[in-house]
């Protein structure tokens, strides 16, 4: 069964800077039992995803939102030793990864990340995004993942997967978890989810169906409890507007 959402105080650390790479008793973001499960690559929404690879090391976890265009995290674009961010070539999305093989792989050229992001601190949360954009086109239009215009309510049924880092060569995702609720009103917000999911699966897609009955991204992974199922993520509405308004 899952943890009750009174278990929100626990998430209230998650949001200071620095808390993703806590020491934890269990696997960060998963806890005792482990809900997830391998999920088919051919099919919708997971046939966005793909993993977001350092030249120097690391792995997270990106989404299709353009053609050209890779939602992630910001903080998978720090170097681990300098904590300055990457340049945009030393970064690879292999899209559809699993065991080795790829459905198509591109080089990013640039990027963007939110606003205020500092990478010597890894935050602040709310600005733990960034858009990749790619040397050339992944996919076909029907890979591409939507925004949400607006934050889920809560219990709202989502779904986490990643590349995640005990498991890193196959996609793991929790396909039954829920939303808790915002940590606090305006900007700051952040969405707080049980969803399972331990390191790597940073810059994945939460996925809630949309006003079409689609799949649709409600925000970019970001931070993981320390040794149980729970977990923040940056609304996709901060994201969104900025692409409307053409900032």
């Not at 999920?39 to 793909?50: I, N």
């Not at 609720?181 to 994945?204: E, F, I, K, N, Y």
Request: one cysteine or more; aromatic letters at 2%; a positive charge.
């Amino acid at each position: 069964m899952r943890r009750p959402a009174c278990r929100l105080l626990a998430l209230a650390a998650l949001l200071a800077p620095g808390l993703a790479a806590a020491q934890p008793a269990l696997r960060p973001g998963i806890g005792e039992t482990d809900p997830r499960r391998p999920v088919a690559l051919a099919e919708a929404p997971w046939r966005a995803l793909g993993r977001v690879q350092l030249e120097i090391g690391g792995r997270c976890t990106g989404a299709l939102i353009g053609l050209r265009q890779v939602l992630t995290a910001a903080h998978c674009l720090v170097a681990p030793r300098s904590r300055a961010l990457v340049q945009p070539g030393t970064i690879h999305v292999l899209l559809g990864y699993d065991r080795g093989t790829a459905l198509g792989h591109a080089r990013v050229v640039a990027y963007r990340i939110g606003p205020g992001f500092d990478p010597a601190r890894g935050g602040p949360a709310p600005a733990d995004w960034a858009i990749l954009t790619l040397d050339a086109p992944l996919g076909l239009p029907d890979r591409v993942l939507p925004l949400l215009a607006t934050p889920p309510s809560p219990r709202t049924p989502l779904m986490l997967g990643g590349y995640q880092r005990d498991r890193p060569e196959v996609l793991l995702a929790d396909t039954g978890c829920r939303l808790l609720g915002l940590s606090a009103a305006g900007p700051a917000a952040m969405l707080l989810h049980d969803c399972a999911g331990t390191r790597g699966v940073s810059g994945a897609p939460l996925l809630a169906r949309g006003p079409d009955g689609g799949w649709a991204v409600a925000g970019i992974a970001s931070r993981s409890a320390p040794s149980a199922a729970l977990g923040a993520a940056v609304p996709a509405t901060a994201v969104a507007a900025m692409l409307a308004a053409g900032e």
